[in-house]
């Protein structure tokens, strides 16, 4: 049995609750339009003029100290974090081999200098000993020319005139054989000098190259910038070509931002590009511009590029990296490390510029000066040695 209440007579009915869940979802809706119209308004008022990517990286020379001669590390001139200028001493060798080394080298060009100033006085003795050959030949010639008429009187014997012709044939024989001594000793002097001698351009060659190893035993800085990855102890026994520690000239950074295929449609080398770091956070801007497009995507210049062709392909976005070129100002005022991370915005408002770039550069990308005076002095060196044993050389003969 159910008992049915009633309300009493005149009593006023409450309405039925609101749909509060309905106003809610109208309310989503309405929010959602309003993002999108917004979104849509400022992608082609402003956002489509600009490419984006958190997908960039501070990058930099890493300029590898490695020794060109081996030896001995007895002194280390910094670490790691330390600021070096180009030319400051790195690391220096033990020098005792290469000290060796340079003597006999120079002992070795003085002794050859003084063997070819002997080549030369050879030339002029053996051109004496021609003349006086030939003076002797002159002499023969006569007196046979004479017994010749006596004999043909009857004044001298026919045995007197033989001998004539003996001592005629006798000089003429020495005559030749001292031209051809002349000759070939002509020939190990003839048109140069003491200094342009072969003997002694390759001694010299020589001393040079032990003078150059001589110098490679201290390791000087290439570049002004800050050590890293210093692996070398004092004592440790060096080769050439093992990387003892790096110098990263902070100043010379740039940014390496990789960007999807599908935004590289309007971009242009030269275009401006705004860019944050994580270090300092977006309270920190800095400027640059386009200074390269990759010639090609991160994968086709993998270690194990992605074979395209197998039958279980799948189609994936492929990066391009772009190089943008910092403000150097910017980087006084908020040095980066080589490795971190960054946000890029490129401006693409202007695509009139170039893809790729239309002429070579005019300069070099680095270099250093460090190496210039080297191979001055070691020719400086040679020189010196042989002018000091060069002394009074007669001009060979012609």
Do not use: C
Not at 120 to 139: E, F, G, H, P
Not at 254 to 264: P, R
Not at 272 to 287: N, Q, R, T
């Amino acid at each position: 049995m159910t008992q049915e209440t009633s309300a009493p007579a005149g009593a006023v009915v409450a309405p039925p609750p609101k749909n509060r869940r309905g106003l809610l979802l109208r309310l989503l809706v309405a929010v959602i339009v309003l993002v999108a119209i917004g979104w849509t308004v400022w992608y082609f008022v402003d956002g489509r003029w600009y490419e984006e990517t958190d997908d960039a990286y501070v990058q930099g020379n890493v300029v590898q100290i490695t020794p060109q001669v081996p030896g001995t590390v007895i002194s280390i001139g910094a670490d790691d974090g330390d600021l070096v200028h180009e030319g400051d001493v790195l690391v220096k060798l033990d020098p005792s081999d290469a000290d060796v080394a340079l003597a006999g080298a120079k002992a070795d060009l003085a002794n050859t200098v003084r063997k070819v100033r002997g080549l030369y006085n050879n030339v002029t003795s053996a051109q004496a000993d021609v003349s006086a050959r030939q003076i002797a030949v002159d002499k023969a010639r006569a007196d046979f020319n004479r017994r010749r008429d006596l004999a043909a009187s009857g004044a001298i014997s026919a045995e007197e005139l033989a001998h004539a012709r003996d001592a005629l044939t006798s000089a003429e024989s020495a005559l030749s054989s001292s031209t051809q001594q002349f000759n070939n000793s002509k020939v190990l002097v003839d048109d140069t000098v003491v200094s342009s001698h072969p003997d002694v351009q390759a001694a010299s060659a020589k001393l040079r190259a032990a003078y150059l190893d001589d110098i490679r035993a201290t390791l000087l800085a290439p570049v002004t910038g800050y050590i890293a990855k210093r692996s070398v102890q004092v004592g440790q026994r060096v080769q050439p070509g093992s990387p003892l520690m790096a110098v990263v000239p902070l100043h010379q950074v740039w940014i390496d931002a990789n960007f999807k295929e599908t935004q590289l449609g309007n971009m242009r080398i030269g275009q401006p590009v705004e860019i944050k770091s994580d270090l300092y956070g977006s309270s920190v801007k800095y400027k640059g511009k386009v200074q390269s497009l990759g010639i090609g995507s991160g994968s086709a210049f993998s270690l194990l590029p992605a074979q395209n062709a197998t039958g279980n392909w799948i189609k994936v976005v492929q990066r391009v990296p772009v190089r943008i070129a910092l403000d150097d100002a910017d980087l006084v005022k908020h040095p980066l490390r080589i490795g971190l991370s960054t946000d890029v915005t490129i401006d693409i408002t202007d695509d009139a510029g170039n893809v790729l770039a239309q002429a070579p550069i005019d300069k070099p990308v680095a270099e250093t000066a460090v190496y210039d005076q080297v191979a001055a002095k070691a020719d400086a060196e040679a020189d010196a040695i042989v002018q000091a044993n060069l002394g009074a050389v007669a001009a060979p003969a012609n």
